[in-house]
């Protein structure tokens, strides 16, 4: 079977000596005498806010947003605030200069939208990859000795799943499809203890765009019925319209608190149980590796059945495949949380 991969066809000689899981620290250094260029997942992001072309669309916006601003502040300077002010003439110098400044926070807020869902379908992507070449590496050596279509079946399955995840990666970053990379990136790991779920929260009210935007509004609503009660009255048509504005704009933003806050405790509920179930893998992982390391001994003092030592080896590639779906489930989780509270 040939393998597409060149990085992968480079470690499978490294791997095919590494049959057994007692042999797998062998294996795991089969990468390391090819030369890749190293891939961390900030640097996956930076290379996808770098060459997406929507999000610079959206920052030159936002760059003639603040350059309307500053037009507005010249505008309003140029209001003498000395003489008699009516409405109408208030409301030009100070409601302009509001609404100029509610529009550049809007579009300051869409900016980081679009890079913070950047950011978690990169995340996605990069633990794609990061998995699936974990698990294709796992199917050689389990299958490194099989001749029959089951085996070269799971690799080949696995092989392409990989090709494709990588594929999927390179697109987001704006990379060639065929570029190699070595990912760098620490797992996600159960020692890691989350925030009280108060302060999630709070985060995701004092971070998540949608609110923010709200809160730009409402401010610049406030503005034009401060204007209105200064320099006419909040009892005219045009002060009604102003009050009711002003408790839209409120009722609105409980409403996407509350969204919020049932997003952030929903995640971070799937996040608790994916680190409980990856502990729970890991406990299981290395269990099975004290029984294969012990069924190893034992089958070379002939107290062992071969079928016996093949089956300890077998428990073994099965807990080492759960373990992997566990973590890789568990970056999953963890990147859509932060993604929750706005991060």
């Not at 470690?11 to 089969?30: E, F, I, R």
């Not at 999000?55 to 008699?84: G, H, M, P, V």
Request: net charge negative.
């Amino acid at each position: 079977m040939r393998l597409r991969s060149p990085l992968i066809a480079a470690a499978a000689a490294a791997v095919m000596l590494a049959g057994s899981p007692v042999m797998k620290a062998a294996a795991d250094t089969s990468y390391q005498s090819i030369q890749l260029t190293d891939l961390t997942l900030q640097e996956a992001v930076e290379k996808t806010l770098g060459s997406n072309i929507d999000l610079a669309i959206l920052r030159l916006d936002l760059d003639s947003e603040e350059a309307r601003l500053q037009l507005a502040r010249f505008a309003s300077k140029s209001i003498n605030a000395k003489l008699e002010m009516t409405l109408d003439r208030a409301l030009s110098k100070y409601e302009s200069l509001a609404k100029a400044e509610k529009e550049k926070e809007l579009k300051r807020y869409s900016v980081e939208a679009q890079e913070k869902k950047l950011k978690l379908d990169t995340a996605r992507a990069f633990y794609e990859v990061l998995y699936t070449q974990e698990n294709l590496e796992l199917k050689m050596r389990q299958f490194a000795q099989s001749e029959n279509e089951e085996g070269k079946k799971a690799i080949a399955d696995a092989e392409d799943n990989f090709q494709k995840a990588l594929s999927r990666l390179n697109e987001w970053m704006g990379e060639s499809d065929d570029v190699q990379w070595k990912l760098n990136e620490s797992h996600f790991l159960p020692s890691n203890e989350l925030p009280a779920l108060e302060l999630a929260i709070e985060k995701a009210w004092q971070q998540r765009p949608e609110i923010l935007k709200k809160q730009a509004e409402l401010k610049a609503f406030e503005v034009r019925a401060n204007i209105i009660y200064l320099y006419s009255s909040l009892e005219t048509y045009r002060g009604q319209i102003a009050k009711n504005d002003v408790k839209k704009a409120g009722l609105e933003l409980i409403k996407l608190q509350e969204a919020a806050k049932k997003d952030v405790t929903a995640n971070y509920g799937k996040l608790e149980s994916a680190l409980a179930k990856q502990a729970e893998m890991s406990l299981a992982l290395q269990a099975a590796e004290e029984a294969d390391q012990k069924a190893s001994e034992e089958y070379q003092k002939g107290r062992m059945t071969l079928a016996e030592r093949r089956q300890a080896e077998e428990s073994w590639y099965k807990a080492k495949a759960d373990y992997l779906a566990a973590v890789y489930a568990c970056n999953l989780a963890f990147a859509a949380y932060e993604f929750s509270i706005g991060e």
